[in-house]
C-alpha cells in the first residue's frame, strides 16, 4: 500500500514538472514572425465583380398590333408557353381571345352584304335611268326629222306657214340637243353614284380581309429561335388572363442564346483599369466548374449610382466567346478582368513592404537586413520587385523583434539619385534683398 502512494506521488511530481516546463518555456522570448517568399513568375492586376447574364441579341414578340386599326385598345392573354422555354422559329408562344375582332368581323360583313345590295340596286337604276334618256334622245330624232319633212313640203305654202315651219325645226332640234345634254350628265351623275358605291364595297371587301388577316395573328409565333421572357407589364410578368396594350403590344422577349454578354458595373476607383478590349475570365454562381472567357466590350463614360449604394459605378459590357446551352439570361457571373500582365517578374506580398518616414520602401529578410526595394505594379495581394531581392529571398510580412534598431540597406543608384537631389538643393542661391533709398 505505501509502495503504490509513493508511485503515485512521484507521478504526480513529474507532471507538475513537466507543466511548469512547458509553460516557462513558453512564455520566454518565442517569436511569433510569418515569412514570405520572394516568387517570380507572371503578375497580373485583376479586377473581380460580378454581374449578370443577358443575350447579345434579342428580338421582341408582338401581338396583333394592326388590330388598333379596328378600334381595339387592348387584347386579353389566352393561352401562353411557360417562360424560359426555347423554341424554334414558328413554334407556338401564345393566343390572344379573338372573341371582341370576330364581333367586328360579323358587324363589317353585314355592312358589306349590305353594301353589295345597294351597289346592284344602283346598277339597275343606272341602267333603267339612262336606257330612258336614250329612248328620249331617239324620239327627239324622230321628230326633228318629221318637222324637216314638214318644212320641205311646205315650199308652195304662203310664207307664214313655211315660218311655221322652220320655228318647229328649230324647235325640235333644240329638244334634241337639250336631251343629248340630258343624257350626258345623267350618264356622269350614274357614274359618280357607281364610282362611290364601289368605292365603299372595296373598303368594306378590303376591311374584312384585313379582318381576317389580323385573326391569323392572335396566334403568336416566334420569329426566330431562342428562350422566352416574358415582359413585365404595370408591374408584374405577363401570363394568362393578362391585358395588353395594343399601342405597346410587346408579349416576351426573345433572346438569342448563343452569344450572351456580362453587365457588371465597376467602383470609380477601378474603372480607369478597365479598357475595352481586355480578356476577362468569368465563372458561374450556378455551375462553379465550369470557366468561359470573355473580353471587355463597352466601358460606360459616365457613372451611376446603383440602389442602396453611396458609390458611384461605371457599367461595363463582357462579351462571353463561348456558347453554353446552359447559360441563361439573368444569371449571376463571376467576372475576372486581367487589366494588366507582366511576365517573369519578382514579386512578394504587399504586408513585406514598409515604408520609412522618407518614403524609402524596405523590407526585412530572414538574414537579418533591412533591404531597400524599389516597387514596380501592384494588385489585391502582391507587388512587383524591379530592384532590391532575388527569387527565392524570404521576406517577413511583420516586424521582427530585431528589425526597430537597424539601418537600412539602400540601393547605391536610388542613394546615389536622392543624394544628387540633396545636393542640387543645398547649392541653390538663396534669394537676396536690396534695400532702396
Known sequence: MKRNL????????????????????????????ILATVEKGEFRVEITTSGELEALRSVQVFGPAEARRFR????????????????????????????????????????????????????????????????????????????????????????AIIKQNEYNVEKAKRELDQA?????????????????????????????????????????????????????YRGSKVKEGSQINSWNPVVATLPDLTTMQSITYINEVDIRRVKVNQQVEVGMDAFPDKKYTGEVKKVANVGQQRPNSDAKVFEVII????????????MTSSNTIIADKLDDVLYVPLEAVNVANDSINYVYLRNG?????????????????????????????????????????????????????????????????????
Do not use: H
Open 6 to 33: 509513493i508511485y503515485v506521488a512521484l507521478g504526480s511530481l513529474l507532471v507538475i514538472g513537466a507543466l511548469y516546463f512547458f509553460f516557462a518555456s513558453g512564455s520566454t522570448g518565442v517569436e511569433n514572425n
Open 72 to 159: 381595339i385598345g387592348s387584347f386579353t392573354i389566352d393561352k401562353m408557353v411557360d417562360e424560359g422555354t426555347v423554341v424554334q422559329k414558328g413554334d407556338f408562344i401564345c393566343s390572344i381571345d379573338k372573341t371582341e375582332l370576330f364581333g367586328r368581323l360579323e358587324d363589317r360583313r353585314l355592312d358589306l352584304e349590305q353594301t353589295k345590295a345597294q351597289y346592284e340596286q344602283i346598277q339597275l337604276d343606272t341602267s333603267l335611268n339612262l336606257r330612258v334618256e336614250r329612248d328620249n334622245i331617239l324620239n327627239q330624232q324622230y321628230i326633228v326629222q318629221e318637222q324637216e319633212l314638214i318644212l320641205e313640203q311646205s315650199q308652195f305654202e304662203p310664207p
Open 180 to 232: 343629248k345634254e340630258r343624257y350626258r350628265i345623267k350618264t356622269l351623275q350614274e357614274k359618280a353614284r357607281m364610282m362611290e358605291i364601289a368605292a365603299k364595297l372595296r373598303e368594306d371587301e378590303l376591311e374584312v380581309k384585313q379582318m381576317v388577316e389580323v385573326l391569323d395573328k392572335f396566334v403568336v409565333t416566334a420569329p426566330q429561335d431562342g428562350m422566352v421572357i416574358y415582359v413585365d
Open 319 to 330: 462579351e462571353i466567346n463561348e456558347s453554353d446551352p446552359l447559360l441563361r439570361p439573368s
Open 369 to 437: 537586413v533591412k533591404q531597400e526595394v524599389l516597387l514596380g505594379m501592384t494588385n489585391a495581394n502582391d507587388v512587383v520587385i524591379e530592384k532590391g531581392l532575388s527569387q527565392g529571398q524570404y521576406v517577413y510580412l511583420n516586424t521582427p523583434d530585431w528589425g526597430e534598431n537597424i539601418a537600412i540597406n539602400l540601393l547605391e543608384e536610388l542613394n546615389g539619385k536622392r543624394n544628387l537631389d540633396k545636393k542640387e538643393e543645398e547649392e541653390e542661391p538663396l534669394a537676396t534683398v536690396t534695400d532702396t533709398y
